[in-house]
């Protein structure tokens, strides 16, 4: 079946640049998502990315996809101790209406 | 954007009760909806898909008889924990697709239940 994988943890300092990367398997992956969790709370969508683009790029978040190895990578510049959170990447292929979701990555910012 | 939202947010039960969460789409019609389930430190599990007027479908491993669904509006999906146990204990989160994008999907809030 589909299958997603991230690291677990990073750790940046505030102001430094924090990348998070995320590997798929499914070729059919039609969209391909980044999703923000805070402590006891919601998803919140960050960025997607279709498949037939190679970079997506809005304000401090670029999104960078390697569809040939199936590799997904979140940029996130100048970070901030807000954005201290759990990130996950998620995927839906073709046919599928749901998400397959990653692991989620925990981003540590230290002042 | 549209707002999906559960309630309750957070509920306590005893062991061998039922718990009923509610899964509203505000401001838009919603003929499908996805239920996540998310343990501590991990990540979400789909574990069924809800259409509006139609039986809902599971993913493997996931009791039908356990977790009812009942999409009776396109605004509402309800899913029922029955005889709930001290491992259902979890995060459910509530999910809609935009009606009008292909990409977007929605998220409800989330609901934690704690089972005694």
């Known amino acids: 079946g589909e299958d997603v994988e991230q690291s677990l943890f990073l750790s940046v300092r505030e102001g430094d640049s924090s990348v998070i990367n995320c590997t798929y398997t499914d070729s059919s992956s039609t969209y391909l998502y980044w999703y923000k969790q805070e402590p006891g709370a919601g998803l919140q969508l960050l960025t997607y990315i279709f498949s037939n683009m190679d970079m997506k790029q809005d304000q401090r978040l670029t999104v960078l996809l390697n569809k040939k190895d199936k590799h997904l990578s979140l940029r996130i510049a100048d970070t901030q101790t807000g954005d201290s959170a759990i990130y996950f990447c998620?995927?839906?292929?073709?046919?599928?209406?749901?998400?397959?979701f990653g692991s989620g990555t925990r981003l540590q910012v230290q002042p | 954007g549209a707002v999906v939202s559960q309630h309750p947010s957070r509920v306590i039960c005893k062991s061998g009760t039922s718990v009923k969460i509610e899964c509203r789409s505000l401001d838009f019609q919603a003929t499908t909806m996805f239920w996540y389930r998310q343990f501590p430190k991990q990540s979400l599990m789909l574990m069924a898909t809800?259409?509006?007027?139609?039986?809902?479908?599971?993913e493997q491993g996931v009791e039908k008889d356990k977790f009812l669904i009942n999409h009776a509006s396109l605004t509402l999906s309800t899913l029922t924990v029955t005889s709930a146990h001290p491992e259902d204990s979890s995060f459910y989160i509530c999910s809609a697709r935009a009606p009008d994008s292909l990409y977007e999907q929605y998220f409800g809030p989330g609901t934690r239940l704690t089972v005694t």
């Open positions: 809800s259409n509006e007027g139609s039986k809902a479908t599971y």
């Open positions: 998620a995927e839906n292929g073709t046919g599928r209406r749901a998400l397959t």
